[in-house]
């Protein structure tokens, strides 16, 4: 019995070793490029902003939070790189916005699915239906 238990709280310790070097690899900063392109009647527009991937979970930001113009981006990274990521953020300017509900100090979110790699990343904005959202991509370089 003494030999299986060690057995296995070896295995774990083996597996649970094998999941922090893989969340820990990439661990560190991420230069984050946000393109969303033109779409009817809005501009398009280039972010690029600093975020960090630090115990599995991704965190960047652009702007003065609380203040039009800010954006989050913000969600678990899995061992394997998938991610799905939350944007929010506030509208600066009705000319890069899209909606009726979408004027300057009104509040917005949506979803990002991403994957990351020991370097590199790539993630697209949900376009839900569509109707209002546009093929936003972003790019990330490990620093």
Request: aromatic share 10%; glycine share 14%; hydrophobic share 35%.
């Amino acid at each position: 019995m003494r030999k299986a238990v060690q057995i296995a709280v070896v295995s774990a310790l083996i597996v649970f070793s094998g999941r922090v070097i893989a969340s820990e690899k990439l661990d560190g900063k991420w230069q984050t490029t946000l393109t969303c392109p033109a779409k009817g009647q809005t501009e398009g527009y280039t972010w690029k902003f600093v975020g960090e991937i630090q115990g599995g979970v991704y965190k960047g930001e652009r702007g003065t939070a609380d203040e039009p113009g800010y954006f989050l981006l913000q969600g678990p990274v899995a061992d394997d790189g998938k991610a799905k990521l939350t944007a929010s953020g506030i509208v600066a300017s009705r000319e890069y916005a899209r909606g009726v509900f979408a004027h300057k100090g009104e509040s917005y979110s949506y979803d990002v699915k991403a994957h990351f790699d020991d370097g590199k990343g790539s993630g697209m904005r949900d376009q839900g239906l569509g109707i209002v959202g546009r093929p936003c991509t972003f790019d990330f370089v490990k620093q």
